[in-house]
């Protein structure tokens, strides 16, 4: 008679563990594309957002000391870079720079604001300025000659280049 064993064997087979491996593998691999598409926009996004607050800031500064105000934005290779200055004076009210990864469409742009907040600059249009990242992704701010200031997933009418 043979001899029979009541215990059990508990764990992985090499089998099993291969096969878990593989489809964590699978996994990992379709979720890094979308994960870097994702990182992008969302640079992309906050680049735009702040281009956007920032032109805001200086619509408030225009009205606040009375004085107009003109707003560059450009790329200067390495950020992108959101200056603005009294224009009568010259003094500069705000200097901020944003994500390496995202640059201007028409670089450089200036955006003029009156003493009342208005929108100077650009005609009687809707001013819109055009911000790409490196895969040729575009979102825009545009300005009302009103003075307000808002920001979209819809590109400009010019491409990224």
């Known amino acids: 008679m043979g001899i029979t064993s009541n215990r059990r064997e508990s764990g992985f087979t ?3 563990l291969m096969v878990a491996i593989a489809i964590i593998g699978l996994m990992v691999a379709i979720a890094i594309p979308n994960y870097t598409e994702w990182q992008m926009r969302s640079r992309l996004r ?9 032109l805001m800031l ?5 009205m606040n000391q009375n004085r107009s105000v003109d707003v560059t934005i450009q790329d200067t290779g390495s950020y992108t870079r959101v200056s603005a200055v009294v224009s009568t004076t010259g003094v500069s009210v705000l200097d ?7 640059f201007v469409v028409g ?3 200036t955006v003029s604001f009156s003493s009342m907040g208005f929108r100077t600059s650009a005609g009687t ?5 055009g911000l ?19 920001w979209q997933t819809a ?7």
């Open 96 to 102: 901020k720079n944003t994500d390496s990864y995202v």
């Open 132 to 150: 790409c990242n490196t895969a040729k992704l575009q979102y825009s701010v545009s300005i009302i000659p009103a003075g307000k200031v808002n």
């Open 155 to 161: 590109p400009t009418t010019t491409p990224c280049s």
């Open 125 to 129: 249009g809707i001013q819109t300025i």
């Open 107 to 109: 670089n450089p742009i």
């Open 46 to 54: 906050q680049a735009t957002e702040e281009v956007a607050s920032q």
């Open 58 to 62: 200086a619509r408030m500064k225009a």
């Open 14 to 16: 090499l089998v099993e």
